[in-house]
C-alpha cells in the first residue's frame, strides 16, 4: 500500500489566476445556477479567473438564461484593495485631453465644479472610457426620458436642455473645464498622453480612508487599543529577539494569489536606521517580489536627497527607497511616485534598471494599443536611459521622502561627499494629510 502511494505523481499546484494562452484552450471556469433578473426562472452564471497583463487579476463573469435568451456579462476585481483612496484633478484644455484613457471603479465619484454636476459613487458600474466618453454617456442618459419629461413636466425638460448644452459645449471643448475623479478604493487610473514625462495637466492625491469607507468597502479591523500595552507573553518575540533573526509568515501570491511564505528580517543599515526586508517566492508561479520598510516610523522631518551620478563609483552606491518616497532625474524630465517602485534596498544602477525594465515590458507604453507618438517617445527615453547606464551621460538624482525614511550611501567616511547633498524640510499640511499625521492623536487620549 506504502508502495503505491510512492507511485502516485503528486498534483502540481496550478495559480488561481491564470493567463489565457493558447495552451491552455479550455481554461476552468466554474458554473453557478441562479436567477435571471428578466424572468425570473433560473439560468446559469459562468465564472473565469483569470489576469489582465501589467494590471490586476479579475473575475469574468457571464450570465445567460436558456429560457429568455437575457444575457449579462460582467468583469469585477479580485485583486487587493489599494491601502489609500485616489483622488486626481484634471485640466481639460486640448481635445488630446478629451481622449484620455479612464479606468475607474464601481466607487469612483465624478464632479464637474463649473457645472455644479457630480456623478456619486456606485451608481455606475466600473469601466474602462474617456473623458469624452463620461460626457456621453451622460448626455445619452439625460436625454433618455426627455420627450416624456417634456409632455409631463415641462419646466424640468427646460432645465435639463440647458444643462444638456452646457454638457455639449465641455465636449465641444468651447471652454476648458476641470473634472475630478475620487475613488475610496484607489482603483482609479487616468492616461498620461506624455508619458513617461510628468502629467502637467493632472494633479493626483492619496488620501486615507474613513472608518465608514472602510466599511463600504467590507473592511473591518478588530479593536485593539491596548496591544502596545499588553506585557510580553511566553513564547512572543521582543524587539531584540527579531533583530537578526529570519521570521515566516504565511501569504497570498500577488502574482497568481496561491498560499506562500513571507521571509522578514530587520536589519540594521550603517548609519542610518532600522528597517524590515520582506520577500516572498512563490512554488506555485515561481513569482518573487521584496520589499523594504522603515523599522523606526515616521521621522519628524522630510528629507531631500540629491546626487550626482557621474561614473561607476556612484552607481554602486547603496539606496534605500522608502515606499512614501518621490524620485525625479531632471535631465530625463523623469518623476515617479512612491507607488511605482515601492519601497526598495538597492543600488542607484539597480533602481535606474527596474525603471527601465518596468518601462520596456509595459504593453500600456510600447504594445500595438499605444499611440505611434507615445511608442516613440518611450522608445527615445529609454534610449538615454541606456546612456545613463553605461556611463556616456551625467545626471542628477533625487530622493525626496516627506516621511524622512529614505538613504544614499556617502562615499566619504567623514559625513557627506562632494556628489551628495542632503536637505531636511518640515512638512506641508498637504503631506502631513498624506501621511495621516493630521488626524493623529498621541497626547490626552
Known sequence: MAENQKDVPEEIAKPIFRNLTADDPEPETTEIESLCVNCGKNGITRLLL??????????????????????????????????????????????????????????????????????????????????????????????????????????????????????RKLKSLDESFTIIFEDISGELHIENPNVPLKDEGCTVTRFKRTTEQDHILGIYTEESDDVLLKPIQEGEYTLEQIEGEVLSFRTNCPLCNCPCETNMKMTNIPYFKEVVIMATVCESCGHKTNEVKSGGGIEPEGVKIEVTVVGKEDFSRDLLKSETCYMKVPELELEIGPATLGGRFTTIEGILVAIKDQLSTSIAFTGDSASPETVQRMDTFISELTEVLEGKRKVTLILDDPAGNSYIQSLSDNGLDSGLKITKYERSFEQNEELGLNDMKVENY
Do not use: W
Request: contains cysteine.
Open 50 to 167: 483569470t489576469k489582465i497583463p501589467y494590471y490586476k487579476d479579475v473575475v469574468v463573469m457571464s450570465f445567460d438564461c436558456e429560457h429568455c435568451g437575457y444575457q449579462n456579462n460582467e468583469i469585477q476585481n479580485s485583486g487587493k484593495i489599494a491601502d489609500k483612496g485616489i483622488k486626481m484633478t484634471l485640466e481639460v484644455t486640448t481635445v488630446k485631453d478629451l481622449n484620455r484613457q479612464v479606468i475607474k471603479s464601481d466607487y469612483t465619484r465624478v464632479q464637474i465644479p463649473s457645472l455644479d454636476f457630480e456623478i456619486p459613487s456606485r451608481s455606475q458600474k466600473g469601466e474602462i472610457t474617456t473623458i469624452e466618453g463620461i460626457i456621453e454617456r451622460t448626455i445619452n442618459g439625460l436625454e433618455q426620458d426627455q420627450p416624456e419629461r417634456r409632455e409631463k413636466y415641462p419646466d424640468s425638460a427646460a432645465q435639463i436642455d440647458q444643462f444638456l448644452e452646457k454638457l
